[in-house]
Structure formats: structure tokens, C-alpha cells
């Protein structure tokens, strides 16, 4: 049975910093492609950055150059580095897999497994 479990939210203020990580289990390797969503009260769910079987990594532009997403294969586990957080990136943050290459017409697409999420909340 495939898992996807998710910790690391927080609430932080304006500027700061928090890493989520989310542990894959259930798969016979590491192959997947794995992207971070994220859902704001109110708003529809966004994808915020991947990262595919070889390391390569794409981000929302949203989070460009304020989020990092990492990937350690020994521990089956992948991580959001999110600095210089705003109230704009609270939400419930998700992460899913696809157990193959990110689409390439949308890296976002396609995605079979899902975590329950974790809470991220910035206050100004």
C-alpha cells in the first residue's frame, strides 16, 4: 500500500522559514515524479513546485526563489524549503506522486497518490 504522509507545517510569521517533508512508503523504488500542491480557504488547489525521477525540478512562479524542493532517496522522503514565507502561501499543503516522469505538458498532471496534507499559516 502506497503512503504519502506529510509534516512540517507550522505557524510563522511574515519572512520566515519552515520545511515540510513528505515520506513515500508502499513503492519498489524511488522512481516517481512527486509534486507539492497547495489549497488557500477559498481557493482552488495549486501546484506549487516538482521534482522528477532524475532531480530536475520546476516551481510555481509564484515561489520562485523562495522555495527549494529536495529529494533523499535513502530516506524515501522528499522536502519544501520555503523561505521568506508571506501570508499569500498559508494553506493546507499536499504532496502527490506520480510513479513515473512528470507530464511534460504539465509536471503537474497525472499525479495517482496523495498525502492528508499539512498546515501552513503566515500572519503578517
Known amino acids: 500500500q502506497v503512503r504519502l504522509v506529510e509534516s512540517g507545517g507550522d505557524s510563522v510569521q511574515t519572512g520566515g522559514s519552515l520545511r515540510l517533508s513528505c515520506v513515500v512508503s508502499?513503492?519498489?523504488?524511488?522512481?516517481?515524479?512527486l509534486a507539492w500542491f497547495r489549497r488557500a480557504p477559498g481557493k482552488e488547489r495549486e501546484g506549487v513546485a516538482t521534482?522528477?525521477?532524475?532531480?530536475?525540478?520546476t516551481y510555481t512562479d509564484a515561489v520562485k526563489g523562495r522555495f527549494t524542493v529536495s529529494k533523499d532517496n535513502a530516506e524515501n522522503a522528499v522536502y519544501l524549503q520555503m523561505d521568506s514565507l508571506q501570508p499569500e502561501d498559508s494553506g493546507m499543503y499536499s504532496c502527490?506522486?506520480?510513479?513515473?516522469?512528470?507530464?511534460?505538458?504539465?509536471?503537474?498532471?497525472?499525479?495517482?497518490?496523495w498525502g492528508s496534507g499539512t498546515q501552513v499559516s503566515i500572519s503578517s
Open positions: 521534482i522528477d525521477i532524475d532531480g530536475s525540478t
Open positions: 508502499g513503492l519498489a523504488d524511488e522512481k516517481y515524479c
Open positions: 502527490a506522486i506520480n510513479v513515473f516522469w512528470c507530464s511534460r505538458g504539465d509536471p503537474y498532471y497525472g499525479m495517482r497518490y
